[in-house]
């Protein structure tokens, strides 16, 4: 390179080209390097030239024709936007070529700001014509307008709508906007209702709303209210639907009385021959109980009827867990409710009407008697008669009517005497004794039985497992666990008994091993069979039954408190995790209300 090149190269200047077209000079360069210049509103101001050019009908090459209405455009911009037109124009078809395109079964208008959405980007959209907006962008294949009505459309969702949207979302395969409409229905049944798409509902339709677990209903009398108003709208024409239609009520958890004024006798019903069997089997659901299926879809409850999960106090890590707490299965939830009356440790709780009753447990190291009530309406506490014995880790079970006390330690003995009271009379009575002393027993009601399941006596814990017959007042031995267990959770279901989790050594032991196997209980067969375990081993964990599935709560694994919550499904004997609760626990005791 010669020295007058070199020059050259050392003198050059940098331009810079600013976003108004004009050229700025700027100090001459050093050291020049190589740069990449990018326009920022490069593709704003290239679609305002387009949008200028068409307005001024300037090198537009394509008319799009509907009825009277000549829309010019430009293909390559139609194209750019639109699937339908990008396919149209390059397909190698007639249409690639005409300067006129025919378009049959779309409304002028909203084609017109179609086309002028894909030069500026921008739409209005309207309460009025947004349907056939979205039409017309699903058949022109816009995905951005079809998602923008879609969503304009789920703002405005609406008792008197819902049903009419999810239909029209159906026709046009918005599957996002059938899905939001199709819960809101759900969610908002009893409302819906009372509205006129309800009884326009077609048959098909309505069927699938009746099927739906999320349907929010208090109870399942109101679905079948709703299924008759809906038949009697057209009995003409909706009879030959109606077996169809009742397959999907839950009609094994309608009251036996329910099932005989409302529905037997209903000629809706009663003048189908698939309706009467239907009616059987839900009879028979109620006579024979030891025959009933867990797999039957109409004995599986809806989320919004199973009630809510309470769990009640407990041990944390300031030792004393006094709030009250709420699970809503549907919402996948739980929320603070109430609080106790006072500090109190493992303590046992049954439910009573709409009360709760607390029985026993300790303040801090004081064992109680005492017997309290909660009324879930007015959120009040008050006093009930004492026990005759002070117990915590006592356990209690409500069988033909009467609160049993069993177990537990008094403050310086394990105990075996059990005490029941009696609604009626207001008052606490012993009965017979175990045959073993349990405390951290777990207690569950099964038939016309009551059951003692392991606990500690003091040095070990144990297998063994016993069930109380009130008929005779006698304590009889049961077949007994495949592990010792103290501390575990028990609870009826489908014909047997869970335990789940516990610890196999006293609880006072630094290094006991808290247990994640659960097992099953079938007493038809006096025999115990293993089921999936939980993910993680812990014992004061509290169980219950919501709607088809088996709740564990809370628990202690040996380093930390639990809020951990689980779901066991019997038929796929498997665990799922669910919402945690607000603060960790053990020895919390659940209930369903």
């Not at 940098?14 to 001459?28: F, K, M, N, Y």
């Not at 045959?435 to 006596?457: E, I, K, M, N, W």
């Not at 609870?491 to 994640?516: Q, T």
Request: hydrophobic fraction near 35%; charge should be negative; aromatic fraction near 8%.
């Amino acid at each position: 390179m010669t020295d007058e090149e070199k020059g050259l190269e050392t003198s050059i200047d940098v331009l810079i080209i600013s976003s108004d077209d004009s050229i700025v000079e700027t100090e001459e360069a050093e050291s020049p390097q190589d740069e990449n210049f990018r326009c920022s509103d490069h593709a704003e101001r290239s679609l305002q030239r387009m949008e200028n050019c068409l307005q001024n009908q300037q090198l537009t090459d394509v008319v799009l024709c509907v009825g009277e209405r000549r829309i010019s455009a430009h293909r390559l911009v139609l194209s750019a936007c639109s699937e339908y037109f990008a396919a149209m124009f390059s397909s190698g078809l007639r249409e690639s070529f005409q300067t006129e395109i025919e378009l049959q079964d779309i409304d002028p208008d909203c084609l017109q700001e179609l086309v002028h959405y894909c030069y500026t980007g921008c739409l209005d959209l309207k309460e009025e014509t947004v349907e056939l907006m979205l039409a017309t962008s699903s058949l022109l294949q816009i995905p951005q307008v079809t998602d923008a009505c879609s969503k304009f459309l789920e703002k405005r969702l609406h008792p008197s709508n819902c049903i009419g949207i999810a239909l029209f979302a159906d026709t046009q395969n918005c599957p996002c906007l059938l899905e939001k409409a199709h819960n809101f229905t759900t969610e908002h049944f009893m409302e819906v209702i009372g509205n006129q798409e309800f009884l326009q509902l077609d048959a098909n339709s309505f069927a699938k709303l009746l099927a739906s677990y999320e349907l929010n209903v208090p109870n399942e009398e109101d679905v079948v209210n709703a299924l008759i108003t809906w038949a009697k709208f057209a009995p003409e024409t909706r009879q030959e639907n109606i077996s169809k239609l009742l397959e999907n009520v839950k009609l094994s958890l309608l009251s036996p009385s329910f099932i005989v004024d409302h529905i037997e006798s209903e000629p809706l019903f009663s003048h189908d021959p698939k309706c009467n069997e239907l009616i059987m089997e839900a009879m028979k659901y109620h006579l024979l109980p030891e025959r009933r299926s867990i797999s039957s879809a109409r004995s599986r409850p809806r989320k919004s009827t199973v009630g809510k999960l309470c769990a009640v106090g407990g041990i944390d890590a300031s030792k004393g867990a006094n709030s009250i707490e709420l699970y809503d299965l549907r919402a996948n939830k739980w929320s603070p409710f109430a609080n106790m009356s006072g500090q109190r440790l493992q303590f046992g709780v049954a439910q009573l009407g709409d009360k709760i009753l607390v029985v026993g447990g300790r303040d801090g190291l004081k064992t109680m008697s005492i017997v309290e009530s909660f009324d879930f309406v007015t959120k009040t506490w008050s006093s009930l008669p004492n026990m005759a014995t002070p117990r915590h880790g006592l356990g209690v079970g409500v069988l033909g009517g009467p609160l049993y006390a069993v177990g537990g330690h008094d403050g310086w003995s394990y105990l075996n005497s059990v005490e029941r009271w009696d609604p009626q009379t207001k008052d606490w009575n012993y009965v017979a004794p175990m045959t073993s002393q349990r405390s951290t027993v777990g207690v569950a009601v099964l038939g016309d039985r009551l059951y003692a399941v392991g606990g500690r006596d003091g040095s070990v814990c144990l297998q063994s497992v016993e069930c109380y017959d009130p008929y005779t007042n006698k304590w009889i031995p049961c077949a007994p666990m495949a592990k010792q267990r103290g501390g575990a959770g028990v609870v009826a279901m489908n014909g047997c008994l869970y335990v789940c989790g516990g610890h196999a050594a006293p609880a006072s032991y630094p290094s006991v091993a808290r247990l994640e196997c659960c097992e099953r209980y079938d007493p038809k067969t006096d025999s115990w069979s293993p089921v999936a375990p939980m993910s993680v081993g812990r014992d004061g964990v509290g169980v219950c039954v919501l709607g088809d599935k088996l709740m564990a709560v809370g628990g202690y694994d040996g380093t930390q408190y639990l809020d951990l919550v689980e779901a066991y499904d019997p038929l796929a004997n498997t665990w799922s995790l669910m919402a945690p609760m607000n603060m960790k626990r053990a020895s919390t005791c659940t209930i369903v209300i």
